[in-house]
C-alpha cells in the first residue's frame, strides 16, 4: 500500500518532512502508531543536529481532508492506499485549509501572450513587417505598396537566402538584404509568421524521414502499460494491475483485454457521474 505522510507541526519549514513509502504487509496487519513509529524514526535520524527529536506518543494520523486516526486502530481498517496524512500532535488540528476552490476538475489557467503595441518613430510611422521590405509606412495613410518576399529567411552556417527563394543565397548581410522581393503588396506592421527566420534545425525537421507506421494503432501490450503506469500514479497497486490483466490474457488475445478492461473502466465512471 502506497501512502503520503506529511509533518508541517514545525515551526519552520525546513524542519517540515514529507514521505512517500509504500507499507510491507507486516504494517498493513499492525497499528497505526507503528506507521507513526516508522515515520518519527526516519524524521529523527534525518533531523538529529537540527532539532530536539519526535516522540511516536505525541503524534497520531490524521488523513488529509478527512478523519483522525487512533494509535491502536489497524492499518488496513483506516487507510487506504492513495491516502495521504498529516502527523499532528494532540491537540492539533493540523495546516489551516487553503483557500476554498471551486468544485469539480479545475483546468490549467489559460496565458494569454500580451500583444507588443507597434512603436512608431518621431514621424508617426512604423517599419513594415513583410519579410524584405523594411520600408517606413504611414499607418494611418493611403496603403503604400511595398515589394517582399513570401516566407521567411534561412540562416545556416555563413549562407543566407529565402526560404521562398531558394535560388538566390547570399554570405553577406548587406547582400541578403538586396535580394529583390518575389511578391508585390502593401507595406503592414503585422508579422507574416510566427517565426522570424528559420534554421538548421528548422532545415533537418523538413528534411527527416516519415514513419510509415505513425498512424498504425498502439500496440496492444504498449496500451496495457501505458494503462498500469496511469492507475500506478493516482495509487492503485501495480501487483493487483498485473494480476488481473494476467487472469483475462490467458486465451493469449491482449486487444480483448484491453477491450474488457475499457468497458470496466468506462462503466466505472459513468456510475459516479
Same mark, same amino acid.
Given at each position: 500500500?502506497?501512502?503520503?505522510?506529511?509533518?508541517?507541526?514545525?515551526?519552520?519549514?525546513?524542519?517540515?518532512?514529507?514521505? /512517500?513509502?509504500?507499507?510491507?504487509?507486516?504494517? !498493513?496487519?499492525?497499528?497505526?502508531?507503528?506507521?507513526?513509529?516508522?515515520?518519527?524514526?526516519?524524521?529523527?535520524?534525518?533531523?538529529?543536529?537540527?532539532?530536539?527529536?519526535?516522540?511516536?506518543?505525541d503524534l497520531h494520523l490524521k488523513i488529509v481532508g478527512g478523519d483522525h486516526l487512533d494509535?491502536?486502530?489497524?492499518?488496513?481498517?483506516?487507510? &487506504?492506499?492513495?491516502?495521504?496524512?498529516?502527523?499532528?500532535?494532540?491537540?492539533?488540528?493540523?495546516?489551516?485549509?487553503?483557500?476554498? $476552490?471551486?468544485?469539480?476538475? +479545475?483546468?490549467?489557467?489559460?496565458?494569454?501572450? =500580451?500583444?507588443? &503595441?507597434?512603436?512608431?518613430?518621431?514621424?508617426?510611422? !512604423?517599419?513594415?513587417?513583410?519579410?524584405?521590405? +523594411?520600408? *517606413?509606412? %504611414?499607418?494611418?495613410?493611403?496603403?503604400?505598396?511595398?515589394?517582399?518576399? +513570401?516566407?521567411?529567411?534561412?540562416?545556416?552556417?555563413?549562407? &543566407?537566402?529565402?526560404?521562398?527563394?531558394?535560388?538566390?543565397?547570399?554570405?553577406?548581410? %548587406?547582400?541578403?538584404?538586396?535580394?529583390?522581393?518575389?511578391? $508585390?503588396?502593401?507595406?503592414?506592421?503585422?508579422?507574416?509568421?510566427?517565426?522570424?527566420?528559420?534554421?538548421?534545425?528548422?532545415?533537418?525537421?523538413?528534411?527527416?524521414?516519415? /514513419?510509415? %507506421?505513425?498512424?498504425?494503432?498502439?500496440?496492444?501490450? $504498449?496500451?496495457?502499460?501505458?494503462?498500469? /503506469?496511469?492507475?500506478?500514479?493516482?495509487?492503485?497497486?501495480?501487483?493487483?494491475?498485473?494480476? =488481473?490483466?494476467?487472469?483475462?490474457?490467458?486465451?493469449?488475445? !491482449?486487444? $480483448? =483485454?484491453?477491450? =474488457? *478492461?475499457?468497458?470496466?473502466?468506462?462503466?466505472?465512471?459513468?456510475?459516479?457521474?
Amino acid at each position: 500500500m502506497k501512502i503520503t505522510l506529511r509533518y508541517e507541526e514545525a515551526s519552520t519549514e525546513d524542519l517540515h518532512m514529507t514521505l /512517500r513509502l509504500t507499507l510491507p504487509q507486516k504494517y !498493513l496487519n499492525g497499528t497505526n502508531k507503528e506507521v507513526v513509529k516508522l515515520f518519527v524514526d526516519h524524521y529523527n535520524k534525518k533531523n538529529a543536529e537540527k532539532s530536539s527529536p519526535l516522540s511516536t506518543d505525541d503524534l497520531h494520523l490524521k488523513i488529509v481532508g478527512g478523519d483522525h486516526l487512533d494509535n491502536e486502530e489497524r492499518v488496513r481498517e483506516s487507510l &487506504k492506499a492513495g491516502d495521504e496524512c498529516y502527523l499532528l500532535g494532540k491537540d492539533s488540528e493540523g495546516p489551516k485549509p487553503k483557500p476554498e $476552490q471551486t468544485e469539480g476538475y +479545475q483546468a490549467a489557467p489559460v496565458c494569454t501572450p =500580451v500583444e507588443k &503595441k507597434a512603436v512608431k518613430n518621431a514621424d508617426g510611422k !512604423l517599419r513594415c513587417k513583410n519579410f524584405g521590405c +523594411q520600408k *517606413l509606412f %504611414d499607418p494611418d495613410g493611403p496603403p503604400q505598396e511595398c515589394q517582399h518576399h +513570401q516566407a521567411a529567411p534561412i540562416f545556416h552556417e555563413t549562407a &543566407k537566402w529565402w526560404s521562398c527563394c531558394p535560388d538566390s543565397k547570399a554570405y553577406d548581410f %548587406d547582400e541578403f538584404m538586396k535580394i529583390p522581393g518575389c511578391t $508585390q503588396g502593401f507595406c503592414t506592421n503585422e508579422s507574416q509568421a510566427k517565426k522570424r527566420f528559420l534554421g538548421g534545425t528548422d532545415l533537418r525537421a523538413d528534411s527527416a524521414p516519415v /514513419r510509415l %507506421d505513425a498512424n498504425a494503432p498502439p500496440d496492444p501490450r $504498449q496500451k496495457l502499460e501505458s494503462m498500469r /503506469r496511469g492507475l500506478v500514479a493516482v495509487g492503485v497497486d501495480s501487483a493487483l494491475f498485473e494480476k =488481473v490483466a494476467g487472469k483475462l490474457a490467458q486465451n493469449g488475445d !491482449l486487444e $480483448q =483485454v484491453c477491450e =474488457v *478492461l475499457k468497458g470496466r473502466f468506462s462503466s466505472a465512471l459513468n456510475s459516479l457521474q
